[in-house]
């Protein structure tokens, strides 16, 4: 095999690996939402990109080391989760269209508040880790391969958080039943901040990861909230191992089609392929079929 094509496999291997990674950690943090609230929250998006601004702010106009203004990023987008939790959604629990209005409200105020602050221009964060990993013909970033260990190593930390801490199996009492949960004593309103606060952190570092990976402009949110309601459809909306097989998926195709085909027509093969599978499993790779 030429070594041209061995350098593009392996390139290809990575960034379906650092995409899947990012992809998945944003798809938790909405599915948790879905779970525990009951909620599509449609800002989710907005979130990841004003968690990339943030970063993108303190690095370059403050000048912060890139590793603290990621994590003054993630704290405050964390915070902000306890907001919307409480002034956003919990006022108006169970009724789908107000949630609706209000995910509106948040993505027109951060978009359009970023847009007339920064102007719409492409910009980069500063790289995180400087230099290239070489194994002999091969040669990765050094920031790609920091970026898919802190996207594993944060997965791996949410699903023991999930399924061995007392919060994390209070979150999944509530997700299976909501009365049941409040009887055996849950505080849900707990449960639901501390599930905001975690989407908004996961959103919030993603962004900022990315956000030097790729580039940031005002309107990076509704790109990567499509990717993530992909990933819920084909997974199986509200399924986290669907997240996890579909984030793969979704973040292969990403890295494997632009090299086949033109920009243009990537997105489009991408949903043909989605449809497809859909065809076959319409509730999705691991969700579950309701009968009437």
């Not at 496999?9 to 992809?23: D, R």
């Not at 956003?88 to 169970?94: I, K, M, N, T």
């Not at 951060?110 to 400087?130: C, K, R």
Request: charged share 5%; hydrophobic share 60%; with cysteine.
């Amino acid at each position: 095999m030429p070594e041209a094509t061995i350098l593009l496999i392996i390139a290809s291997i990575v960034n379906a690996l650092v995409l899947s990674s990012m992809y998945i950690l944003l798809a938790l943090g909405f599915t948790f939402l879905f779970n525990i609230m009951g909620i599509l929250n449609f800002a989710h998006g907005a979130i990841y990109m004003i968690g990339a601004y943030i970063c993108f702010f303190l690095a370059t106009a403050v000048g912060m080391n890139q590793w603290l203004a990621m994590l003054i990023a993630v704290a405050a987008v964390g915070l902000f989760g306890i907001f919307m939790e409480r002034f956003a959604f919990r006022p108006f629990f169970g009724n789908i269209n107000q949630i609706i209005v209000v995910c509106i409200g948040i993505i027109t105020v951060l978009e359009n508040g970023v847009s007339v602050s920064q102007g719409f221009i492409v910009q980069v964060t500063p790289p995180f880790v400087q230099g290239i990993f070489r194994v002999g013909i091969v040669s990765i970033s050094w920031e790609r391969v920091v970026i898919f260990l802190i996207g594993i190593s944060l997965l791996v930390l949410v699903l023991l958080f999930i399924n061995k801490t007392k919060q994390g199996l209070q979150m999944r009492a509530v997700a299976q039943d909501l009365e049941g949960a409040v009887l055996q004593g849950i505080n849900v309103h707990f449960v639901s901040a501390l599930a905001c606060v975690i989407a908004c952190a996961l959103a919030a570092l993603a962004g900022s990861l990315m956000g030097s990976y790729l580039s940031l402009t005002p309107y990076m949110g509704q790109d990567i909230m499509i990717k993530v309601l992909e990933i819920l459809v084909l997974g199986g909306i509200g399924s986290i191992n669907g997240v996890l097989f579909a984030g793969l998926i979704v973040g292969t195709l990403d890295a494997v089609l632009p090299i086949m085909v033109s920009g243009t027509a990537t997105q489009a093969i991408m949903m043909l392929i989605i449809i497809i599978i859909l065809l076959f499993k319409p509730q999705g790779l691991f969700g579950k079929e309701v009968r009437g």
